[in-house]
């Protein structure tokens, strides 16, 4: 279906940043980027606004910008997603329902993570260490709390790219990501909820 494709694709453009938070967009303007009838594109935009990363403004839509209070909510709430995510992914492993081959993949995304991001290749760092976090979800079982961490991703990535560009926060990033999965293979549900809920707080906090 084309409102579906049109979706995806300007979907994905937003999230990597091709608009920019604040960028008005029209019907007009994106049908001739994607070379697409308006009809489409217009029902995307919708899609696109229930999904809160744009804004309607007149006869278009502006990128959705978010403010620091904002930007408190998304944290919020993401720190209790993933902290539960987290506990649910420990509580599977105790029960002997998460093969230890699905651990040591999610440990090698990590050190691949702590290879591109001292390389400075910040755009894969984003793309892995959401791949990481969505890995963990997944080990959960939960498909409400993964599509809802989905789409809150969605609206901070422009911040977790922001959280990575700082020199002192990487290093910071990758030892919290093993301690998480230390947790998890060790079925520890109190530690793994923890340590996940934490590293949510602490992004937030190099924001400010």
């Given at each position: 279906?084309q409102?579906?494709?049109?979706y995806?694709r ?8 091709e608009y920019?938070p ?10 001739e ?5 308006r ?10 606004e229930?999904d ?5 403004a ?5 990128v959705?910008v ?16 993933e902290?539960?995510?987290?506990e ?15 651990l040591?993949?999610?440990e090698?995304?990590?050190a691949?993570l702590?290879?591109v ?6 755009d894969?760092?984003?793309e892995?260490n959401?791949r990481f ?6 080990l959960?079982?939960n498909p409400?709390?993964?599509e809802?961490?989905e789409?809150?991703w969605d609206?901070?990535i422009?911040?977790?790219r922001a959280?990575?560009v700082?020199?002192?926060r ?6 919290e990501h093993?301690e ?6 060790d ?8 340590i996940?809920?934490?590293h ?9």
């Amino acid at each position: 279906m084309q409102v579906d494709t049109v979706y995806r694709r300007l979907r994905g453009l937003i999230v990597a940043g091709e608009y920019s938070p604040g960028e008005r967009l029209t019907e007009v303007a994106v049908s001739e980027a994607l070379a697409v009838s308006r009809t489409p594109v217009r029902e995307a935009l919708r899609r696109l606004e229930s999904d809160g990363l744009v804004l309607g403004a007149g006869r278009g839509v502006v990128v959705e910008v978010m403010t620091p209070e904002s930007l408190d909510h998304a944290y919020e709430v993401r720190a209790a997603l993933e902290a539960l995510t987290a506990e649910l992914a420990a509580d599977r492993r105790r029960a002997g329902r998460i093969a230890p081959a699905a651990l040591a993949d999610l440990e090698r995304d990590a050190a691949h993570l702590e290879e591109v991001t001292a390389a400075g290749e910040l755009d894969r760092a984003i793309e892995l260490n959401r791949r990481f976090h969505r890995g963990i979800a997944e080990l959960a079982g939960n498909p409400i709390a993964l599509e809802s961490l989905e789409r809150l991703w969605d609206r901070i990535i422009v911040s977790t790219r922001a959280s990575l560009v700082r020199p002192e926060r990487p290093e910071t990033v990758s030892g919290e990501h093993r301690e998480l999965l230390g947790a998890i293979a060790d079925g520890d549900r109190v530690r793994a909820g923890r340590i996940a809920g934490d590293h949510a707080r602490a992004t937030r906090a190099t924001l400010e």
